[in-house]
């Protein structure tokens, strides 16, 4: 198994991307034109090998490492002269365009040799940039040449065939090459005898003393003690108990870890053991470790407590799992145990398979138990969940699952494989598949600590594991663990590297490269700009604009348009400190437009009418107006609509192209003066000056009602049933008309009662067509039966087409006349 190889790869792809980072940084100023003869030589090295694909992996890699090297610098040198470069072109431009035709004026011969002088010298000044363009070229089709070569040879490895385990006839020498393997490493043993032995042992006894001492020490009682701090912790009601929880539940790794390490160093200082033994000593304390690790994210994710548990299995379920995760991770450090003893002989590849084979197919049966506890996880049903919880709980529970699945097919695959001698392929699959498995776990691990942190910070306590803070600090964790994932199923710490410096080089688009700390420098700049602009914008609303005689619609016009044009500066400035030249992209940027114009042409049309609304400033906010049937006070003034509040407080978005293009009718524009009319209908034979005179007075009465234009009564109709009057007078504030119209309506009915005025309604008629039938009522036996009764019969009742109904008018009451 190659389980101690990953880890290490884990622990050096930080430091090598770390280094090309800082290399690249460092290469970045040096402006030195790289080596080419040498170059040549080792180019050229590189084809042979590739066209005989010759050379061993180690070979390849090391070619592959200094080619990247010199990749490196032609990559870096590409801008070599450039500002001269710059300079010189500026300089031919300033000398304006060469005659061009017959009968073009020749040019002064001062100005032709001076554009002759400087067109050499930026010949001259290209060539190094030019020349490491083409040999960039050229080295990055060797690295990619090279990563084809070694994929491929990885991928025939997987698909290596050993002879298979289960036949007898190599399990004599596989025991044998194990034995021939321990054997070496006891006769590596310096002699018991000799006097040097005894005399390192007796000088380093004190050393060797205390790190025993202090190994079994961390390795008996590490965990009491955290569980004593956890408990201590509990008693006093510590806050953020739950952090303090976790960072004690990693005192249970790092104490017995640091306990094995010092057992380990203890075993080495002794010098009882030669090179290869003290090496198996080391790779016992580092698996032991590993141990630990998985152990913690087990029992993190299936807790035997409910509420630190991330996957709340039922309790039985939950203690399974955590057994068969401690299988695993024994049955790992037997296998590699093996295989490190075996690598100190020489032994044959078979007899590895041989030994291994019995602890992978337990650990293929512990993995399949565990595919079969995740594919039965369920999320628990609370009744308060809302939707986001409903959802992201559900993506859980499928992601579970899906592992699950995988984990028991791999589980049943593996036997089966190993049987028939794809050891390779195995190695390449049970392995890897665990590692993610635990790397998941942790990643669970980690999102709940850090939502905890953010609970204790903020106060909201474990609330905060459902907040949008957790899901971002999952998506963060899950990115970090992308690299480790990519290395754990095979990927060579080179893929990312390459990809690394890939992303580092950015991307061209037509004569403009655009990298990561283009898009750095555009987002700073952009972001201080546009805090800038919301500073001013703040200030001028809350401290300049108030004092001046501008009204609340100019001033909110004024802020508006100061935002539009600071956020289009800051774009601006962000795209030319950034060095992005657009020129390129103005052809296809053309193209779009008719595109864009077409399909987006609404969009753009609300958008002018939102600039022509805040310039010419027809309406402004708090004016009562009416547009397209509805009425109300505009709230909000944006770039594509604006928001009008009813009377019945509901919220009408309306495009600006409406209030444009559209019959606008502004109540409040300019001034709030506005009129009132006011219906009154009194009875016929009324006095008419008199009710004029009173209508009058109750209007002038009114405060709100101007006198200037004095209010006005007129008698306008004789109407089917009254006759009828309006009061019209014009009010201070229009937005007061309804109160006033009421006021004035309470004061008129309470007038007209003093004065014995009537005020008329509709009255109706009603003429009995056939009043016979009244009298044969009483000849009906039916009749008279139902009256004895008490229930009434269809001859008692009116039928429809003995009445005759007519509307009249007058002032009497309604039923007066029935004949």
């Known amino acids: 198994m190659r389980l101690l190889a990953r880890f290490f790869t884990l622990l050096a792809v930080v430091l090598c991307l770390a280094t090309g980072t800082v290399q690249a940084q460092d290469t970045t100023l040096e402006t030195a034109v790289p080596s080419f003869d040498r170059w040549e030589g080792l180019a050229r090295e590189a084809e042979n090998a590739i066209d005989n694909n010759s050379g061993t992996d180690e070979t390849l890699m090391a070619m592959r490492s200094r080619i990247a090297e010199f990749r490196t610098e032609f990559d870096n040198a590409r801008d070599i002269n450039a500002a001269r470069i710059r300079t010189v072109r500026e300089q031919i431009a300033a000398l304006g365009p060469p005659p061009e035709g017959e009968n073009a004026p020749a040019e002064p011969a001062d100005v032709a040799a001076q554009r002759e002088a400087l067109n050499e010298e930026l010949s001259r000044l290209q060539v190094p940039g030019q020349k490491a363009e083409t040999e960039f070229v050229r080295a990055d089709s060797l690295v990619g040449q090279i990563d084809t070569i070694l994929r491929d040879r990885q991928a025939q490895k997987l698909l290596t065939v050993t002879p298979s385990p289960l036949n007898p006839a190599y399990w004599p020498p596989a025991i044998s090459d194990f034995t021939v393997a321990v054997t070496d490493l006891r006769d590596e043993t310096p002699n018991a005898a000799d006097a040097r032995t005894w005399t390192a042992l007796r000088n380093n006894l004190p050393v060797v003393g205390f790190l025993f001492v202090l190994g079994m020490v961390l390795i008996l009682r590490g965990r009491h003690w955290a569980g004593m701090i956890v408990r201590s912790l509990q008693s006093y009601g510590a806050r953020g108990f739950g952090i303090w929880r976790f960072l004690v539940s990693l005192l249970r790794i790092f104490l017995p870890a640091a306990g094995l390490v010092a057992l380990a160093l203890a075993v080495i200082s002794s010098e009882v053991l030669g090179p290869k033994g003290e090496n198996i000593v080391l790779v016992i304390s580092l698996l032991g470790g590993i141990m630990l690790g998985v152990r913690w994210v087990s029992e993190r994710i299936f807790s035997r407590d409910d509420d630190e548990a991330l996957l709340l299995l039922p309790r039985e379920k939950r203690k399974e799992a955590r057994f068969h995760v401690g299988m695993i991770t024994v049955m790992i450090i037997i296998t590699e145990l ?191 700009g546009y805090v800038l602009t919301r500073l001013v914008q703040s200030a001028l609303r809350g401290n300049v604009l108030p004092k001046t005689k501008i009204d609340i619609g100019g001033q909110n016009a004024i802020v508006s348009g100061l935002g539009y044009v600071g956020i289009f500066l800051a774009a601006l400035a962000a795209i030319t400190g950034a060095g992005i030249d657009l020129s390129s992209l103005a052809i296809v940027a053309g193209a779009l437009s008719v595109g864009i114009g077409f399909g987006l042409q609404n969009i753009v049309s609300n958008f002018v009418s939102g600039i022509i609304l805040l310039i010419e400033r027809p309406i402004s906010e708090g004016d009562w107006i009416e547009v397209g049937g509805q009425m109300g006070y505009v709230r909000d003034i944006s770039v594509r609509s604006t928001r009008i509040e009813t009377f019945d407080r509901t919220d009408v978005i309306v495009p600006n192209a409406d209030l444009v293009s559209g019959t606008v009718t502004n109540y409040t524009r300019g001034n709030t003066v506005g009129r009132l009319i006011v219906p009154v209908g009194v009875a016929y034979g009324s006095d008419t000056r008199r009710i004029e005179t009173i209508l009058r007075e109750i209007a002038e009465a009114q405060p709100m009602v101007l006198a200037t234009p004095a209010p006005n009564v007129l008698f306008l109709n004789f109407g089917a049933d009254a006759l009828e009057f309006e009061i019209r007078c014009f009010l201070r504030d229009v937005n007061w008309m309804m109160l006033v119209k009421n006021d004035i309506n309470h004061e008129i009915a309470a007038r007209f009662a003093e004065e014995g005025i009537e005020i008329p309604f509709a009255q109706r008629d009603l003429w009995l067509r056939n009043p016979e039938v009244l009298r044969t009522r009483e000849e009906n036996t039916g009749a008279g039966n139902a009256r004895e009764s008490g229930a009434p019969t269809a001859n008692d009742r009116p039928r429809a087409e003995d009445f005759d109904s007519q509307d009249t008018g007058g002032d009497a009451e309604a039923g007066d006349d029935i004949a």
């Not at 602890?359 to 986001?388: F, H, K, N, Q």
């Open 338 to 528: 093996i295989s490190q003893i075996l690598k100190t002989g020489e032994s044959a590849p078979v007899s590895l398979a041989v030994l291994q084979f019995p602890w992978l197919v337990i650990s293929s049966l512990m993995l399949y138990r565990i595919g079969v506890l995740l594919r039965g996880y369920t999320e628990p049903s609370s009744a308060t969940d809302d939707t986001l919880t409903e959802v992201r709980t559900s993506t859980l529970g499928r992601v579970v699952r899906g592992l699950g699945t995988g984990a028991v097919i791999l589980g049943c695959l593996s036997p089966v494989l190993l049987a028939a001698g794809y050891f390779q392929a195995v190695d390449a699959l049970m392995p890897p598949y665990i590692m993610t498995l635990v790397l998941l776990g942790l990643v669970m691990v980690l999102q709940r600590f850090f939502a905890d942190l953010y609970g204790a910070l903020t106060g909201q306590g474990q609330a905060a594991r459902e907040t949008l803070m957790a899901v971002l600090f999952g998506l963060v964790l899950l990115l970090l663990v992308l690299p480790v994932l990519a290395l754990v199923w095979g990927a060579r710490v080179t893929d990312l590297t390459e990809l690394w410096q890939a992303f580092g080089r950015g991307f061209a688009v037509g004569d403009t490269r655009i990298s990561p700390a283009d898009f750095l420098t555009f987002a700073v700049i952009f972001v201080i």
